[in-house]
């Protein structure tokens, strides 16, 4: 039997708000809960984005905020190697494609349907004839490479995953549609990557927040495709401010440094993203909401 792990895995994108903190606190209070084993994990395959300031800033909060993880830190860009190898292991099973839209084209497809995350990728590039496709490859076009959801949803059969508060939730992957598994400056995607790092880290209890569910649905394909263990979900609900607006980096939401530098304590932090005095208690927001 696996022990009982959750990890906290942030992109170094940006500073950490309090939705991180309720994150964080979410995986390291059921961890030390039930005396098992609290992984941090640095997301930073893009690396026009992400940024070593970020990383020792959001290392500094964490300490602050009384959060210790187990074990070294895994850094994505350190395993490159390792999604290359799940990549062409999904490549042998003919479940993805290169996919040479862009984001306008996408965005301008009148077919395209919408998604939870905004429009789906229309298709346009999966029924590109091989030769055609290696050729553009081969003359330096640009190109993603895409899941063809369809395809490795036939290959895999039906699927479930165990969700805290739902019970057994059958995946349905199509809602996210052909997602970008790897791109020409990003060699790999978050899907990819998070998926092969918790089942590499032994990840028993995926916790995070609820705007990632949808992702979900896919990351149980890729398991299912790769062989790999499942981990049971728990999704977390939102935070958002006075006003209803969720909290988000880049709507410039209260940073944690902000709220330090604003005079508060790491405790008072901590109750803000809804956990009391003990830490192990999720409490009630306060003042922000959850919705
Ligand atoms: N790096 C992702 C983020 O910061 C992590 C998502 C996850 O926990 O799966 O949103």
Known sequence: MRSFTTRFAPSPTGFLHLGHALSA????????????????????????????????????DMSWLGLDWDGPIRRQSDHFSDYADALTRLQAMDVIYPCFCSRKDIAGASSAPQGPDGPLYPGTCRALDSDDATARQAAGAPYALRLDVAKARALAGDLS????????????????????????DTPCSYHLCVTLDDA???????????????????????????????????????????????????????????LRQSGCTPRDVRSMAGYSEDLSQPSSPSPLHSH
């Not at 809960?33 to 992400?50: N, Q």
């Not at 805290?164 to 199509?174: D, F, I, T």
């Not at 263990?229 to 209260?254: E, F, I, Q, W």
Request: overall charge positive.
């Open 161 to 184: 995953f165990e969700e805290e508060g739902l019970g057994m939730v059958a995946a349905r992957p199509e809602r996210l549609g052909d997602v970008v598994l790897a791109r020409r």
């Open 25 to 60: 606190l979410d995986g390291w209070s059921r961890a030390r809960k039930a005396g098992g084993t609290f992984l941090l994990r640095i997301e930073d395959i893009d690396r026009t984005r992400c940024r070593p300031e970020y990383e020792a800033a959001l290392l500094e």
């Open 200 to 258: 590499l880290q032994g990840v028993t209890l995926v916790t995070r927040g609820e705007d990632l569910r949808p992702a979900t649905h896919i990351h149980r394909l890729l398991q299912a495709l790769l062989g790999l263990d499942v981990p049971r979900y728990a999704h977390h609900k939102l935070l958002s401010d006075a006003n209803g607006v969720r909290l988000a980096k880049r709507a410039g939401a209260t940073s944690l440094r902000a």
